[in-house]
């Protein structure tokens, strides 16, 4: 695809998230997309075929970022408490930021019948998330930097916390000190 393409895809990506995130994922319609992104239906439907094809990128380009993100600080040896302070500075933020989570559209995708258990994104951005995390923890315990834990509980114990905040955010008024005490909490340092 050529760098205009690319940019327009990108484009649609940016906009459809700000409607999941807005709406949840079963009320966006590709009429609400090509809307907000000023593109025609037929622009639109060049680049996706529809909103659930838009949705997976979307979800798909998250844990991908984050590993991606992650893996090469590791390599250029970080320090593995940077790297921890980082994804959890960013987890309490995006914790207390329900307009900009597509939590609920994450859960109202999934949980319909008519999308494929076998090919459950969910279930495969977990496992990307989780060797990440597994990555860094066992990084930090390499280096000294972490006590000996173990990697998948830790990353459990993380992961559940962060998303049933965002899922209860869009619920109920979340105190913003909430974030702070589960990321102080959950700090390998006192494991």
């Known amino acids: 695809m050529s760098f205009k393409g690319d940019k327009t895809k990108q484009d649609i990506r940016e906009k459809a998230y ?9 009320d966006v319609t590709m009429k609400d997309i090509c809307e907000l992104t000023g593109l025609s239906r037929g622009g639109l439907y060049r680049h996706y075929e529809s909103t659930e094809q838009i949705f997976l990128e979307i979800v798909n380009a998250f844990s ?3 590993k991606s993100e992650v893996f090469s600080k590791i390599e250029q040896h970080i320090p593995a408490t940077a790297i921890l302070e980082e994804l959890l500075s960013k987890y309490a933020c995006e914790m207390i ?9 994450v859960y109202e995708f999934y949980s319909n019948p008519a999308v494929s258990k076998e090919n459950n994104s969910v279930k495969k951005q977990y496992e990307i998330s989780k060797s990440t995390w597994i990555e860094l923890i066992n990084y930090g315990i390499g280096t000294k930097e972490f006590n000996s834990v173990n990697p998948e509980s830790i990353f459990n114990v993380i992961i559940f916390a962060y998303q049933g905040v965002r899922m209860y955010s869009r619920l109920m008024k979340m105190d913003k000190d909430i974030p702070t005490q589960i990321i102080n909490e959950h700090h390998f ?3």
Request: hydrophobic content about 35%; glycine content about 4%; cysteine-free.
């Open 64 to 66: 991908n970022k984050q």
């Open 189 to 191: 340092t006192t494991f």
């Open 18 to 26: 700000q409607l999941f995130a807005e709406k949840g994922f079963k």
């Open 97 to 105: 930021n329900y307009q900009n989570s597509i939590s609920l559209a």
